[in-house]
């Protein structure tokens, strides 16, 4: 669905204090490393990431949603009673119930007539959240939503790393879980607006979604970990990506070369070279921040846009395009004019 009454009026990010290295990893791990002879420094020298960022201890999913919550407020100059609408879309979460949107919208103070759920789908969540609060903004059911993430990888780290560092632990096991290791902690959130109550601010014009369910055990988690076919992963969800594509430049017009920058959800080196030669994206259009925070989820692609604007790479009417892949497999492109 294309959108034309809905504007970003808010846009907000917070990078996890704590920096936790490759070589930190690979030094606890080097004794099973040693073990099972694996040589090759696949976290650095395959997957590209050096680093990713965790949180202090205590910090809840919806603990730093809020955050990123609040400064999206600040941004966009709204009061909290002014929201119709939160989504919470983060892997991450308090309790199986209730929902963490209940304990964000709680914790913001919003107003009892503003709906607050949860939205979960992977990596993808959300620009699916986007989605959903721009079709109510465009049939003028609220003026303004706030879509919120929080990832929190620590418990995934901590216990990947004890099943990882056993004496019993196999190859197999190695390569299955390694991906975990992948993941960073951060939290990002937006504010989303009827455009006439934000003149001047970027508009999101929506976007397209495909999917490719049959794919849904490619990669499987909890809380405490995740179990990953790296390769085939990659290898369908660029087909996949490659097919969405195809559908995006069918409804909103792209032209690759036109297009300004290309808001890519960070996952690895080798992923987000695949997925630029794939759709022939120059580089130099995508910025990256996997290497010192790792894949942060559905708060990728929020954080990268957000980093964009902080950098003062985004200029007036640049057409931004925010491409998201969630395992499952489900893939959403979508495009913001600033």
């Given amino acids: 669905m294309l959108f034309q009454h809905v504007a970003i009026a808010g846009l907000a990010h917070i990078d996890a204090p704590r920096r936790l290295s490759s070589d930190e990893i690979n030094a606890r791990l080097k004794p099973t490393l040693d073990r099972l002879g694996i040589k090759t420094d696949v976290l650095k020298d395959i997957a590209g990431i050096h680093a990713r960022r965790l949180w202090d201890e205590g910090m809840q999913a919806s603990d730093a949603a809020t955050l990123a919550g609040v400064k999206a407020l600040a941004d966009a100059g709204i009061d909290p009673d002014k929201v119709g609408l939160l989504v919470n879309t983060s892997v991450s979460r308090d309790y199986l119930e209730p929902s963490t949107a209940s304990i964000v919208s709680g914790n913001l103070g919003l107003g009892d007539e503003c709906q607050n759920f949860d939205v979960a789908n992977a990596c993808l969540a959300f620009l699916n959240g986007m989605d959903i609060a721009s079709r109510m903004i465009e049939r003028g059911e609220i003026d303004y939503a706030l879509v919120v993430d929080g990832e929190t990888a620590d418990l995934a780290y901590e216990k990947t790393l004890e099943r990882m560092t056993r004496d019993d632990s196999t190859e197999e096991d190695f390569r299955n879980e390694l991906a975990t290791l992948t993941l960073g902690s951060g939290a990002a959130a937006m504010v989303l607006a ?17 999917a490719a369910t049959q794919w849904n055990k490619l990669c499987r988690g909890n809380l405490d970990g995740m179990v990953t076919d790296t390769r085939t992963l990659l290898i369908e969800g660029v087909k996949l990506a490659q097919k969405t594509f195809v559908a995006a430049r069918q409804a909103l017009g792209w032209v690759v070369e036109e297009m300004d920058e290309f808001v890519v959800h960070q996952v690895s080196k080798a992923h987000t070279a695949a997925f630029t030669r794939a759709m022939g994206i120059d580089p130099k259009k995508v910025l990256t921040i996997f290497g010192e925070h790792g894949n942060i989820g559905p708060a990728s692609v929020p954080i990268v846009l957000s980093k964009l604007r902080e950098m003062g790479r985004l200029k007036k009417g640049d057409r931004v395009a925010l491409l998201g892949i969630g395992s499952g497999l489900n893939c959403s492109m979508a495009e913001v004019v600033w």
Wanted: hydrophobic share 30%.
């Fill in 194 to 210: 009827r455009a006439e109550l934000a003149p001047g601010a970027p508009r999101y014009r929506g976007g397209v979604t495909r």
